[in-house]
T-cell receptor, first 111, second 117 residues
Framework: RKEVEQDPGPFNVPEGATVAFNCTYS??????FFWYRQDCRKEPKLLMS???SGNEDGRFTAQLNRASQYISLLIRDSKLSDSATYLCVVIPTSGTYKYIFGTGTRLKVLA | GAVVSQHPSRVICKSGTSVKIECRSL??????MFWYRQFPKQSLMLMAT?????????EQGVEKDKFLINHASLTLSTLTVTSAHPEDSSFYIC?????????????FGPGTRLLVL
């Protein structure tokens, strides 16, 4: 089983739709979680950290479910500019700061 | 956010040559930088952790003699791909570890696209 798994997609959604992605992780001791966004042929950029209590940043909401070992990203009112690959990142254990990346979920927002 | 630059942004070279990629933190000091490689439609894979003033730590399966890393200052790490071959063609991305406000994160450089002919 991969350490971090994501559905590669693509998720094709119309503008204005709400879309959600999940990411599962295998190490129950994992400490930190992030969502990054990567545009085609560009570097990843931090979208948001994921906190235990869940957190929201504008149209984006991140949740952590430790019992089921997954994190989620919800995007409301999708914009064309949200089209990108969304990468789930996990730091597997405390005392290390190595990022483990998922393969990413590709989102296409259609006009 | 913190700014990390990479140079060159793309390079095409002949098989057997060596290629050096620079990663700089522009407005902060980074004691730790990371080098990743990303093949098409795949995830970023950590190659090595670069620590200022000490030897890099390589991930399993990454040849340290082929991928030479030097982190000589708090703002610069270099990755040299020695005797490059076509299978080394990839997107190489560096990142710098930033700690602040009780959190830590990594800021990524824009990447270097390497094509070995």
């Amino acid at each position: 089983r991969k350490e971090v798994e994501q559905d590669p997609g693509p998720f094709n959604v119309p503008e204005g739709a709400t879309v959600a992605f999940n990411c599962t992780y295998s190490n129950s001791a994992s400490q930190s979680f992030f969502w990054y966004r990567q545009d085609c042929r560009k570097e990843p950029k931090l979208l948001m950290s994921v906190y235990s209590s869940g957190n929201e940043d504008g149209r984006f909401t991140a949740q952590l479910n430790r019992a089921s070992q997954y994190i989620s990203l919800l995007i409301r009112d999708s914009k064309l500019s949200d089209s990108a690959t969304y990468l789930c990142v996990v730091i597997p254990t405390s005392g290390t700061y190595k990022y483990i990346f998922g393969t990413g979920t590709r989102l296409k927002v259609l006009a | 956010g913190a700014v990390v630059s990479q140079h060159p942004s793309r390079v095409i070279c002949k098989s057997g040559t060596s290629v050096k990629i620079e990663c700089r933190s522009l407005d902060f000091q980074a004691t730790t930088m990371f080098w990743y490689r990303q093949f098409p439609k795949q995830s970023l894979m950590l190659m090595a952790t670069s620590n200022e003033g000490s030897k890099a730590t390589y991930e399993q399966g990454v040849e340290k003699d082929k991928f030479l890393i030097n982190h000589a200052s708090l703002t610069l790490s270099t990755l040299t791909v020695t005797s490059a071959h076509p299978e080394d063609s990839s997107f190489y991305i560096c990142s710098a570890r930033v700690i602040g406000g009780g959190e830590e994160t990594q800021y990524f450089g824009p990447g270097t696209r390497l094509l070995v002919l």
